[in-house]
C-alpha cells in the first residue's frame, strides 16, 4: 500500500466512503495518512487527549475499556470520531489484534473534512446512530 | 567473534560486525558516534565518496530549512543550547557541540547548503568518526538462529555479517505517479539551473515544500508558475507545526493572491501529453467539481516527493507504509516485522508516535533524529550489550523543579513534542531516579515501577508542558497551562505540578 491511488482502491467499497466519486477518492486519500500497526500496538489510548479519526483498510482491533472487551473491528470500520467530535479523550483503548493498516486524520483536521464531505458526514452519522440502537438494545436486554 | 579481511587498507573491511550502520549522512554519523563512545563495536558503509548524506545534493537551491540562531541565550556548548540549532549533531565533549555557528557566514540563519556539509564534515573529523565510504550495500540475507536473527549484506566491497543492520539510508529515492505521460516530466531530484527556465511556462505535480522551494527559487526566471495536487496547501503558519509549507517559501501564495503569475490548483492530475506544437499538456481533474480542465506549460516537474530506498529489505519481511515506504518500526527504530533491523536518521519518521493532535514528531529531520539516535544507542546497549547505564539519583524534594526545568529547557522535549518523554522513576527499593529521555509510547505501553514523565506537546495552538503519571500500574495524563514565554518554572507552576505529585511522592525518598 503507498500510493494515493492505491488507498483510493482500497476506500473505494467502504460504507462511509461509498457515495463519492473516484476524484473525491482520490482527495480522501490525500487528505488521509497511512499508518501502519504491529500486533498488540495500543492505537487508542483510554484517557489520553489528542487522538484522531482511523478507518481501518486492513486487519483487525478490539475495543477495550477498563480492561473489558468491548468489540471488534476490521476492515471498513472506523474509531475515534466521537473523541474527536466531543473534544474529549477516548473512553477506551483500541489495540490490534492482527497487524493492521489504517488510514488516519488528526483531530483538528476532522471538522473540515466532514463539513467538505457531508456525505461522509452522513454514512458516519448513521454507522453512530446504529452503534447507539446497539448500544440501548444491549442496555435493555441487562435489565 | 570477529573475523575481518586483513589485507584491506580501508577502513571496515568485510567481514563479521556486531553492528553494521548503512549510510553516512548525519543520522549514520549521529549513531556511529554515541555508539563509539559507548566502546561498541560497529562498522559504517556509505556508498558516497564523503559525509554529508542528502545535504551534499539538495536542497535545490541551497538553503535549508532548518535554522541555528548563533546568539541564543544560552552557550553554545550548552545542553540547552540545542534548543535554537537545530543543525550541529549532539556530542558529549564540549568542543564538539554547537558547532553549526561556526559554519555560517551570518547573511541567514538558515544555513546554505554548503554550510550545512561542512558543519557535518567538521563534526566527522573532530569526533573521529570513521565510514567506508564507496561501498555500495548492495543485497541483504537474513537468517534466524537460537540467538536471535543474523543478517549478510552484501556490498560492491564483500559481505557483511552482523546481528544489528542500522540503515541510515534517507528518504532520497525520486518518486513519481503512475499518471499517464509522467516521463515528459522530470523529477525534482532532476531540476535544471534556475536560469534554464527563463521564460517558460511550469507547471509543478506537488505542493509541499519541494514544490513550493522550486516556485521560490523560480519566480525571477519562469514566466508562468502553476502548481497543483489534489489537496488545499496549507503553510506551517497555519498548522502551527511543520506540517505545511514553510515560511521560507510563502512567497508564490502572495503572488498567487494578488494574480502575480503564479497559479495554485487543487486537482488531480490525469496525464501529461506533448501537442502537435511541442507544448505540454497537463489534463487535471478539479477537486471541488470534478471537472477536467487543461493548463499548458513548457516544462513539468514533478514536486512528488521520495521513497525509502530500502532495497531488498520488503522482501525480507519488512513492513512498509505510506506513499514514501517508511519502515514500520518499533518505539525503539525496529522494524516491527523483522526483528534485528533497526534504523536511523530521517527515516525514523516510519516510528510516529502518538501523533496528538496531528501534529508529528520531528523525526524527519536532524534536529529530531539527533535525539532518536541517541535513544536507540542507549537501547541497543542495554538490550544485546549488556550495559548497566546510568540512573542519577533525584532528592524527591528536588523532583518538582527539575521536571520544570526539563519542560522549559530540555531540547529533546521541545524538538521531540509528544514524542520523548523526560522520566523519573520512584521504585520504592532504590528511590527517585532520573532514566533519562526515552520515547513516550514506551512510558505509556509497558509496566514498570511509580513514575513521572514530562513533555511539551502542541494543541496546534499552543505549546504546553504536560506530566503522565504512573502509580500503581495506572497512568494519567495531567496538561498543564501553556505559558506566552514557554516559562514553565515559575509559581504557578510549581504549585500546579506539586498538586500532581504529591500523591506520587508521599512516602517516597532518594535513595
Redesign the interface.
Same mark, same amino acid.
Given at each position: 500500500?503507498?500510493?494515493?491511488?492505491e488507498i483510493a482502491d482500497a476506500i473505494a467499497g467502504m460504507a462511509i466512503f461509498v457515495d463519492l466519486?473516484r476524484?473525491?477518492l482520490?482527495?480522501v486519500?490525500?487528505?488521509f495518512?497511512?499508518?501502519?500497526?504491529?500486533k498488540d500496538?495500543?492505537i487508542l489510548?483510554q484517557?489520553?487527549?489528542?487522538?484522531?479519526f482511523y478507518v481501518i483498510l486492513d486487519g483487525e482491533a478490539d475495543v477495550i475499556a477498563d480492561g473489558q472487551k468491548l468489540a471488534t473491528l476490521a476492515r471498513g470500520d472506523f474509531f475515534g470520531e466521537v473523541s474527536v467530535l466531543l473534544g474529549e479523550?477516548p473512553t477506551a483503548d483500541i489495540v490490534a489484534t492482527r497487524?493492521m493498516?489504517c488510514i488516519?486524520?488528526?483531530?483538528?483536521?476532522v471538522e473540515g473534512f466532514l463539513v467538505d464531505h457531508p456525505r461522509v458526514m452522513y454514512r458516519m452519522l448513521q454507522a453512530s446512530a446504529r452503534r447507539l440502537r446497539s448500544a440501548n438494545q444491549r442496555l435493555t436486554a441487562n435489565q | 567473534m570477529t573475523t575481518r579481511a586483513p589485507d584491506d587498507a580501508r577502513p571496515f573491511p568485510p567481514g563479521e560486525y556486531p553492528i553494521v550502520i548503512v549510510g553516512s549522512g548525519p543520522g549514520a554519523l549521529q549513531v556511529s558516534y554515541f555508539l563509539g563512545r559507548l566502546g561498541i563495536d560497529h562498522a559504517v558503509i556509505s556508498s558516497d565518496p564523503g559525509p554529508g548524506g542528502m545535504f551534499r545534493k539538495w536542497p535545490f537551491f541551497q538553503r535549508l530549512l532548518s535554522w541555528t540562531k548563533p546568539y541564543a541565550p544560552p552557550e553554545r556548548t550548552s545542553r540547552e543550547f540545542e534548543r535554537w540549532d537545530w543543525n550541529s549533531l549532539l556530542a558529549r565533549e564540549p568542543e564538539l557541540r554547537g558547532i553549526s555557528p561556526d559554519h555560517m557566514d551570518g547573511t541567514s540563519d538558515f544555513p546554505s547548503r554548503p554550510e550545512m556539509e561542512a558543519n557535518l564534515t567538521a563534526f566527522a573529523d573532530r569526533a573521529g568518526l570513521v565510514v567506508r565510504y564507496g561501498c555500495e550495500w548492495q543485497s541483504t540475507r537474513h537468517e534466524e538462529t537460537a540467538d536471535g536473527n543474523r543478517f549478510t549484506l552484501v556490498t560492491s566491497d564483500g559481505e557483511y555479517r552482523c546481528r544489528f543492520p542500522i540503515f541510515a539510508v534517507g528518504v532520497a529515492e525520486p518518486y513519481a505517479?503512475?499518471t499517464p505521460g509522467i516521463d515528459l516530466a522530470v523529477h525534482y531530484a532532476d531540476t535544471r539551473d534556475a536560469e534554464s527556465y527563463a521564460g517558460k511556462r511550469l507547471f509543478i505535480i506537488g505542493k509541499q515544500n519541494s514544490g513550493f522551494e522550486l516556485a521560490t527559487g523560480l519566480l525571477q526566471w519562469a514566466s508562468r508558475i502553476t502548481l497543483s #495536487?489534489?489537496?488545499p496547501a496549507k503553510t506551517s503558519i497555519e498548522t502551527r507545526s511543520l506540517v505545511g509549507v514553510r515560511a521560507r517559501y510563502v512567497q508564490p501564495f502572495e503572488d498567487s493572491i494578488l494574480g502575480g503569475g503564479v497559479d495554485i490548483l487543487s486537482a488531480?492530475t490525469k496525464g501529461i501529453s506533448r501537442s502537435a506544437s511541442g507544448r505540454l499538456m497537463v489534463q487535471l481533474?478539479?477537486?471541488d467539481n470534478?471537472m477536467p480542465m487543461t493548463v499548458e506549460a513548457d516544462e513539468v516537474i514533478a514536486a512528488t516527493g521520495f521513497t525509502c530506498p530500502l532495497r531488498d529489505l520488503p522482501s525480507l519481511g519488512v513492513?512498509?507504509?505510506?506513499? #514514501?515506504?517508511l519502515p514500520?518500526q518499533?518505539e525503539f527504530w525496529e522494524s516491527?516485522?523483522v526483528p534485528g533491523i533497526y534504523f536511523a536518521g530521517t527515516i525514523t519518521q516510519g516510528a510516529?508516535g502518538?501523533?496528538?493532535?496531528?501534529?508529528p514528531a520531528n523525526s524527519g529531520a536532524l534536529h529530531g533524529y539527533r535525539y532518536n539516535a541517541r535513544v536507540l544507542v542507549r537501547h541497543l546497549a542495554q538490550e544485546h550489550f549488556a550495559m548497566e547505564l546510568e540512573r542519577t539519583p533525584i532528592d524527591v524534594g528536588d523532583l518538582r523543579d527539575h521536571l520544570l526545568h526539563e519542560a522549559t529547557e530540555a531540547p529533546e522535549l521541545w524538538h521531540q513534542k509528544?514524542y520523548l518523554a523526560s522520566i523519573v522513576t520512584l521504585d520504592p527499593h532504590e528511590g527517585a531516579r532520573d532514566v533519562g529521555v526515552l520515547p513516550l509510547t514506551h512510558f505509556?505501553?509497558h509496566d514498570g515501577p511509580d513514575a513521572v514523565a514530562m513533555t511539551v506537546?502542541s494543541?496546534?495552538g499552543s505549546i504546553y508542558p504536560v506530566v503522565y503519571v504512573r502509580r500503581d500500574g495506572k497512568t494519567?495524563?495531567h496538561?498543564l497551562e501553556p505559558d506566552p514565554l514557554h516559562d514553565y518554572e515559575s509559581l504557578a507552576y510549581r504549585r500546579a505540578l506539586d498538586k500532581i505529585l504529591d500523591r506520587l511522592t508521599a512516602g517516597a525518598s532518594a535513595a
Open positions: 500500500m503507498a500510493s494515493r491511488d466519486a476524484p473525491q482520490i482527495g486519500a490525500s487528505r495518512e497511512e499508518a501502519f500497526f504491529p500496538a495500543r489510548r484517557g489520553l487527549t489528542g487522538s484522531g479523550p497487524p493498516r488516519v486524520l488528526g483531530g483538528p483536521g | 505517479p503512475k #495536487s489534489p489537496s488531480s481533474e478539479r477537486s470534478a513492513a512498509t507504509f505510506g506513499q #514514501s515506504k514500520a518499533t516491527v516485522t510516529a502518538l501523533k496528538k493532535h496531528g501534529i509528544a505509556l505501553d506537546e494543541d496546534g494519567e495524563e496538561p
